[in-house]
Every structure is written in C-alpha cells, then in structure tokens.
C-alpha cells in the first residue's frame, strides 16, 4: 500500500518539531485527513480577489450572491457546503474591504530533495495596500498552521518564489487563516519580521518528517496484518 502525501499544511505545522513530537503527532494522523473538501472554494478564488484578465479591460468584481450560487453547486451539502460558504464569505468580505486586486501568476510546486512537492502559494499576485503579495491561505478550522509552521511556510514561499525568480525579489509574503467565531473571519499574516528558515534546513526537516512519517505508516500496515491474519499475540 502506497504511503499517502502528507498535506502541505501537516508537512508545515510537523516539519518544525523534534522527531519525538512529529513521531507522536504522526501517529495521531488518519490516512484519510478530513471528511469533507475547500476545493470547491478555492476553485473560486480567482472571483473572489477579482483576478483581472491580462488581456482584457478592468473587470467588475463579482457578487457575493453569484460566488455563494456557484458553492452551493459545487459543495456537498452539509459540513462541506457550510464550511466553504464560510471561508468564502470572509474572504470576499475582507477583499472588498481591502480594495484587492490580482492578476493570474502560476508559480510552480517547490522540488524537494526527497522526491516531494509543495505548493504554500495561489496561482496569483494580489494587490493589498497597493502592494503585490503572494499569498497562502489556510482555512482549518483545527490543526492549522501554528507560529513555527506559518515560518516553514513564508520559508518555502520565499525560496520558491523570491529567491528563484529576481522578478518577484521583493515581493510580499501573507498568510490568510480564520478566526473560529460566529462565522470565519479573516486573520492576515505577513512574513515581516519572521526569521525565515534557509532552504537546508527545510529540506531536512522534510526528509526526517517523511521519513518518521514512512515508518509510522509500516507499522500501521503490520498491525494490520497481524490482526488480520491471527498473528498479533495477546498484547
């Protein structure tokens, strides 16, 4: 059996800790992490921070009404549909607030050397204040980025995204989480300030999480042979 990728957000919020933590933390992880899926929202973010067509004129920003109509196509109902209502509401509230802006940008996954990819940005640059951004947005409600994965992550971007490309050396780096209230509200990060880890030291936290990762997985598939087939003894 095929060992599952570990989501970019897990791979941040595990990368940073002692291999005793993420080995516990590991071993806490289902093979299958959520019951339900935001990518019908993020199939929408192009409508919600009104990327503009680069060939065309300015373009209107769309409704809330048309976006709300489009996930409730898209969602299954229940926790799905209002989770992804949720997140999208707060963040076109926040990007009409905020005036953004943005045009399509594909940045391409981060290579890793342990065979893997990751991708903490949007296929887009946004304006904020008039500034270009890439941004990450993580809409978990639990089990999120915390302070040291929210830093793995600006690491990744910059790597990926300023040190790789000299076009976009001072661009600035956000991460968009929620706040658990009434609804979702956006809570906005910036990497200003943050003591970015250097490409090294991400790439060894990625192959020790991977590889802890690969051995709590064997003993997962062990277990399960040994109930299976009687052998598991008394204990």
Same mark, same amino acid.
Not at 52 to 77: D, N, R, Y
Not at 204 to 221: L, P
């Given at each position: 059996m095929t060992t599952p990728l570990l989501p970019d957000t897990d791979l941040a919020r595990l990368g940073p800790l002692p291999d005793d933590m993420k080995r516990s933390a590991l071993r806490q992880?289902?093979?299958? &992490?959520?019951? &339900?899926?935001?990518?019908?929202?993020?199939?929408?973010?192009?409508?919600?921070?009104?990327?503009?067509?680069?060939?065309?004129?300015?373009?209107?920003?769309?409704?809330?009404? +048309?976006?709300?109509?489009?996930?409730?196509?898209?969602?299954?109902?229940?926790?799905?549909?209002?989770?992804?209502?949720?997140v999208g509401k707060a963040l076109h509230d926040y990007a009409k607030a905020m005036n953004i802006k943005g045009r399509q940008h594909d940045f391409f996954p981060m290579p890793m050397g342990v065979g893997k990819k990751v991708t903490f940005w949007l296929p887009m640059v946004l304006a904020l204040d008039a500034k270009p951004y890439a941004i990450f947005i993580d809409p978990r409600r639990s089990k999120g980025l915390t302070k040291l994965g929210r830093r793995f992550a600006f690491s990744m971007m910059h790597e990926r995204i300023r040190a790789a490309d000299e076009d976009f050396a001072n661009i600035n780096l956000g991460i968009i989480r929620f706040e658990d209230d009434d609804g979702r509200t956006?809570?906005? &990060?910036?990497?200003?300030?943050?003591?970015?880890?250097?490409?090294?030291?991400?790439? +060894?936290?990625?192959?020790? +999480?991977?590889?802890?990762?690969?051995?709590?997985?064997?003993?997962?598939?062990?277990? +399960?042979?040994?109930k299976g087939t009687g052998t598991g003894g008394l204990f």
């Open positions: 992880m289902k093979s299958r &992490f959520s019951t &339900f899926s935001y990518k019908p929202v993020r199939a929408g973010f192009g409508d919600i921070f009104n990327v503009q067509p680069g060939v065309f004129g300015p373009v209107a920003p769309t409704p809330w009404a +048309t976006i709300e109509a489009q996930l409730g196509k898209a969602c299954k109902a229940g926790a799905e549909l209002r989770n992804n209502l949720q956006v809570r906005f &990060f910036s990497d200003e300030g943050v003591d970015l880890y250097s490409l090294d030291e991400l790439e +060894t936290m990625v192959a020790s +999480t991977y590889r802890i990762w690969q051995e709590v997985w064997d003993e997962r598939i062990a277990e +399960t042979r040994r």
